[in-house]
């Protein structure tokens, strides 16, 4: 199994920034993708950003020019740098990663727990 520790969250006032960091531990073969997810109160989980290992970040265009997505590969990290934040940012942001089972030969989504990110006005 893969274990996401995320870390980074809190409250920050809006225009503000926070850092949020992704540590994948565990039996892990590979990993593709890596990204991050949020979930407003009241809201679906929408995708933030993502990025492959070996190629282009994407993200969602409410976070474009504000959000950066970066990774280290090799150390299976991957962080999100938040500047000028904004209270509809509001949100429990995930971490996720597409790592391969080697019992089903699949890429499976794994899930951190969740870090609160609160912006204030």
């Known amino acids: 199994q893969v274990a996401l520790a995320e870390s980074g969250g809190g409250l920050v006032q809006a225009g503000g920034s926070l850092r949020l960091s992704c540590v994948a531990s565990g039996a892990i073969y590979s990993i593709n993708d890596m990204g991050w997810y949020r979930q407003a109160p009241g809201k679906q989980r929408e995708l933030v950003a993502f990025?492959?290992?070996?190629?282009?970040?994407n993200y969602a265009d409410s976070v474009k020019g504000r959000f950066t997505i970066s990774r280290d590969t090799p150390k299976n990290t991957v962080s999100l740098q938040m500047n000028s934040l904004k209270p509809e940012d509001t949100a429990v942001y995930y971490c996720?990663?597409?790592?391969?089972?080697?019992?089903?030969?699949?890429?499976?989504?794994?899930w951190g727990q969740g870090t609160l990110v609160t912006v204030s006005s």
């Open positions: 990025i492959p290992n070996s190629g282009r970040a």
């Open positions: 996720s990663a597409d790592s391969f089972d080697i019992e089903t030969a699949r890429f499976l989504t794994n």
